[in-house]
């Protein structure tokens, strides 16, 4: 089963940019397909984004679309969530995650996860 660890998080002001990195061990990575996954103190975990095992279908919430980007490079097993013009909403603990299905926007269809990484956006 996949091993997955995030990284790239940290503190940035609104209008900033960050990449988080989400990085798999174990398991043939490119028969999986990856969700980013964030959840803010209080709240419901939030699918952001998804991508096939291939790259060639992606998703995004509508809180996100058009500000961020996933990616995957499948020769280095690494997903990618390319974070621009972010918001102060942005903030929570972002997890990659592996879905049943290539790609769903569901939550509690996700069933390997990595540890999380914080983003924090403030002025």
């Known amino acids: 089963q996949p091993q997955l660890a995030e990284s790239g998080g940290g503190s940035v002001q609104p209008g900033g940019s960050l990449k988080l990195n989400c990085a798999s061990r174990g398991g043939p990575f490119d028969w999986f397909g990856i969700g980013w996954v964030r959840q803010a103190p209080g709240k419901a975990r939030e699918v952001v984004s998804c991508?096939?095992?291939?790259?060639?279908?992606?998703w995004y919430a509508d809180s996100v679309k058009g500000r961020f980007t996933i990616s995957r490079d499948n020769a280095k097993n690494t997903v990618y969530l390319h974070m621009n013009n972010v918001k102060t909403e942005d903030t929570a603990v972002y997890y990659c995650a592996v879905p049943t299905q290539s790609c769903s926007p569901a939550a509690d269809e996700y069933v390997f996860w990595g540890q999380g990484t914080q983003v924090t956006v403030s002025p």
């Open positions: 991508i096939s095992n291939g790259g060639e279908i992606t």
